[in-house]
């Protein structure tokens, strides 16, 4: 079992810069690629990026691919999303997931979600 709690979230405006933290406590941490999505009112959970077990491959979402960085720190358990250059329509709730896969943009093969951490981008 993996517990995953994000931290981070808050109100901007457009063009600022906010950056989501995710602490994993459970299983071994590094064992997890692990994955950021994004919820936004009336609309389908979307992919927004991912990284590998070692942090070595990254994938991103074309929506915020130059203005997002995920990376991931094993030593502290921590996930992170540096999100720059904000925009409105990246108003949603933002997730964290972990899954037992190499890497992955694909919803299905996440294991443990967290509860989300609201970022609202105003403009």
């Known amino acids: 079992q993996v517990q995953l709690v994000e931290s981070g979230g808050g109100l901007v405006q457009a063009g600022d810069s906010l950056r989501l933290s995710c602490a994993a406590s459970?299983?071994?941490?590094?064992?997890?690629?692990m994955g950021w999505f994004r919820q936004a009112p009336g609309k389908e959970r979307e992919f927004v990026a991912a990284?590998?077990?070692?942090?070595?491959?990254?994938n991103y979402a074309d929506s915020v691919k130059g203005r997002f960085t995920i990376s991931r720190d094993n030593a502290k358990n921590t996930v992170y999303l540096q999100m720059n250059s904000l925009k409105p329509e990246d108003t949603a709730v933002y997730y964290c997931?972990?899954?037992?896969?190499?890497?992955?943009?694909?919803?299905?093969?996440?294991?443990?979600w967290g509860q989300g951490t609201q970022v609202t981008v105003s403009s």
């Open positions: 459970g299983r071994t941490f590094s064992s997890y690629a």
């Open positions: 997931a972990a899954a037992s896969v190499f890497i992955t943009s694909d919803q299905a093969q996440y294991d443990y």
């Open positions: 990284i590998s077990r070692a942090g070595i491959g990254r």
